[in-house]
C-alpha cells in the first residue's frame, strides 16, 4: 500500500519561502520517479516537479529557478522561494507505480499515487 504523508503547508506572503516535506517510507528507493503536483481551485492538478531514482530533476516552467526538489531516505523535499500568489495551491506528494525513463527524457511524468495534500496560500 502506498501511504504519502505531506507537511509544511502555510500561508505565507508575496516573496516568502516554504519547504514541503513528504513522508515516502520504503518509496524513495523504489526505482521510480516521485514528486510534487499541485491543484489550485478552479484548475487542472499539474505537475510541479519530479525526481529519478538516480537524482535527475525536471520542473515546470512556472517553477523553474524558484523551487528545488530533492530527496533523502523515506522522504521527499521542495524548496519553494519568491513565492507568488499564483503559487496558492493544494500541494500533493506522488510517486510513479511504475519505472518510466519521462524524468530522464525532460518530461513530466504521470504518477499514479498521490497524498492528501498540504495547502500553500501566498498573499500579496
Known amino acids: 500500500q502506498v501511504k504519502l504523508v505531506e507537511s509544511g503547508g502555510a500561508s505565507v506572503e508575496d516573496g516568502g519561502s516554504l519547504r514541503l516535506s513528504c513522508a515516502a517510507p520504503g518509496l524513495t528507493n523504489s526505482g521510480y520517479s516521485m514528486g510534487w503536483l499541485r491543484q489550485a481551485p478552479g484548475k487542472e492538478r499539474e505537475g510541479v516537479a519530479a525526481i529519478d531514482a538516480d537524482g535527475v530533476t525536471v520542473y515546470a516552467d512556472s517553477v523553474k529557478g524558484r523551487f528545488t526538489i530533492s530527496k533523502e531516505r523515506n522522504a521527499l523535499y521542495l524548496e519553494m522561494s519568491s513565492l507568488k500568489s499564483e503559487d496558492t495551491a493544494m500541494y500533493y506528494c506522488?510517486?510513479?507505480?511504475?519505472?518510466?525513463?519521462?524524468?530522464?527524457?525532460?518530461?513530466?511524468?504521470?504518477?499514479?499515487?498521490w497524498g492528501q495534500g498540504t495547502q500553500v496560500t501566498v498573499s500579496s
Open positions: 506522488a510517486t510513479e507505480g511504475g519505472y518510466t525513463d519521462d524524468v530522464r527524457s525532460g518530461s513530466m511524468p504521470q504518477f499514479d499515487y
